[in-house]
């Protein structure tokens, strides 16, 4: 029996090769009938027997092409028929009012175009924009939706005759590749001096590579911005560019151009193989090797590098034969956003950069890239995201339930800001610390595009309930809009159970930096218990004194010195510890009045700030220079050789309404262990022993107050691969059920 059934297929079907992929299964089916695109998605009718119809919505569903995704495939008509249709067509794109087709991410260039790239026969060779319907630019280039050509930086440059071919021809891999361009019709590289005059040569990207093999210090404009590059293995050059950049000890991320060149430098197993080469080609963090050509300082300190494969064609010729890494770091001037027009750039890199090389490809937004790690949450391996932004925007997360819709602004250091249509939620790229001006000027520039290409039209703001963040603050100003504050480590917490579609009551375990407390201390080790309406604090560490606040944050001598008041009283301020030794007297005279008298000095029960003093105190550490810094350290120095049994004292008191962590004797424990003479590899293993024993003993007793027995674990803290991965397995070993994130981060990035 033959019938006519019609389809709308949404999720990422626009720009991804969905047309001609309908098209040739349809002939390979033998149905007649059409395809559309539309601004809810993919409209298609069909015409044939019915197994042949059934088969067909089969391959649609699970072999569509890579970039695809299917949110619903909804049968709209389905009746006998004749053969009205003679054939299977694919029709002009329709227009509709209700635009919910969705925008694809930034993809890396696909194997076809990348053989095509390294053939001498073919018309693209060494082109370095070649792309097709499988990869490429989309959400950096895209001004405007529907996703077609003149909306897009691409409108600046006409097609050829035969790139036009390609570009109509239903059956060709570039059929409506709205990038689509070769060497006569697309954009172009050019090199210049930090002045910007061109440098004349017959092969830009050529001598760009033989600069950075002389050392030089190159900005390149890539697909969502600039990066500085410079050869990893050429200490001075390195040295060089973190003094250009303001950088001291956060690490430079690195571009290799296959797994076999980073497994020179970088231990790599089977999924960091897989994440390296998944289409959204984040920087992935890597052991590294005992000894290898990378120089000590573009990772000091620590036992990995963050590592990614080329993304762009251009990428692969400047990578290709000529280096096995090279150093990729965001370009940008300490603290600013990542540049990403040729004018701004040259501008503000002329000082941090010797040459540019330049395109004149438009990017619409500045996008960094993504950082990601590989963790083990009982059998299964899973990608952990630190950093989301380049292959992941605007890629959305789908609750269940109806929602209206919103603005999240975040928070003010990691921030990302959030949208949300119906039911589904859009976070934007990394945009980072707000008390930067001009990042601030992106994170306005972020709304409004999320906005205009979401369409998206907000009832209401949430933000942090930190009064004086500039993300609060902009969200006051919008007088037309109701504000609501959202405490800091619950939204943390409503993150994960979004990121995990948890809709009922659980427990959050939430160990960040700090986070402004609904007590108007600074949070930080939180034990809570709720869900999207409500929450309540049930536990967390005891509070101690952050002298001078901000300052102690830098200086976190000061932070060993209030962990040590707290444990012993002023008795341990004089005795061998380096802790003590890097102090002066008066100094120590000074801070022991502070804690004690609680002068310019908040309350604080944050982890990473436990993580800190315990830093200081056992002399691994007495000043940051950024973020998590100590803490990043103290996991690297972890000696995996202890067992997790192994582990300090700790009180827990309860009164049967809220429960306080005292770690008092972990100190006591760790200072005794400092003045015998422990490694700090001994002393950091059982540490972090200690939180995920607390960790566990606390949520025994809120089961058994509260009846809840799922758990999601969120905070910068998690990021901590030892801490996240034996804290899923003990809660789950006593029978707990445990989220983590997998769609946003777990630091602040996720919080909008
Ligand atoms: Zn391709
Ligand atoms: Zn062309
Ligand atoms: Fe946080």
Known sequence: MIRANKYLIKGIVQGVGFRPFVYKLAMDYKLNGWVYNDSNGVTTEVEGEEDKIKKFIYDIENNHPPLASITSIELLSSKKSNGKYEEFSIRKSKTVDNREALIAADTNVCSDCLR????????????????????????????????????????????????????EDPLDRRFHAQPVACEKCGPKVWLTDKTGNEIKCDNAIQKAVGLLKDGKILAVKGLGGFHLMADPSNE????????RKDRKGKPF???????????????????????????????????????????????PGLNEYGVMLPYT??????????????????????????????????????????????????????IDDSIVRSITLGNDKKTYLIR??????????????????????????????????????????????????KIYDSFKKSIKHLKHILEANPKYIASDLHPNFYSSRFADEQKALPVFPVQHHYAHMASCMA??????????????????????????????????????RYGYFDYFKLPGGDVAVKDIRRIGMSLLYEAFGESLFGQDLKVNKCLKEEEITVLSKMIEKGINSPLTSSLVRIFDGVAAIIGKRFEVDYEGQAAIELEHCIDKSIGLDNKYEYEINEDGEEAVVDIRKMIKGIVQDTLVGKDEGYISVLFHNTIIFIVAEVLVKMRKKYKVDKVVLSGGVFLNKYLVENTYDILTKNGFKVYTHSQVPTNDGGIS
Not at 123 to 145: L, M, Q, V
Not at 236 to 243: A, C, D, H, M, Y
Not at 284 to 293: R, T
Request: glycine share 8%.
């Open 236 to 243: 001075k050059v390195v040295k060089e560019l973190r003094r």
């Open 499 to 536: 990121d995990n579609n948890i809709n009922e009551k659980c427990i959050g375990v939430i160990f960040d930096g700090v986070g402004y407390g609904a007590d108007g201390n600074m949070w930080g080790g939180e034990f809570l218990v709720g869900d999207y309406n409500d929450y309540k």
């Open 388 to 437: 989301r932004a380049r292959g992941y925007t605007p890629k959305k997360v789908t609750l269940q339930g109806e929602y209206e819709s919103g603005l999240a602004v975040g928070v003010e250091l990691k921030d990302t800001v959030c949208l949300n249509r119906k039911n589904d939620f859009f976070v934007s790229q990394y945009i980072g610390d707000l008390k930067n001006l």
């Open 116 to 167: 095509e790239l390294f053939d001498p026969k073919d018309r693209r060779y060494k082109y370095p924009f070649i792309n097709c319907t499988n990869c490429g630019p989309r959400y950096s280039i895209i001004e405007d939706i529907p996703y077609d050509r003149p909306y897009t930086t691409m409108k600046y440059f006409p097609m050829c005759a035969d790139c036009k071919k390609e570009y």
């Open 313 to 366: 064609p251009l990428h692969f010729l400047m990578l290709k034969g000529n280096f096995d890494a090279l150093i990729a770091t965001s370009g940008n001037t300490s603290g600013d956003p990542i540049q990403y027009e040729n004018k701004n750039a040259l501008k503000s890199l002329s000082n941090t950069a010797d040459y540019f090389l330049l395109h004149n490809r438009g990017i619409v937004i500045g």
């Open 253 to 299: 991320a690195l571009l290799s151009p296959s797994v076999e060149s980073i497994k020179k430098f970088a231990i790599v197993n089977k999924h960091e193989h897989e994440i390296l080469e998944s289409i959204e080609r984040s920087i992935v963090l890597l052991k590294k090797k005992e000894s290898s050509a990378i120089a000590e300082n573009v990772a």
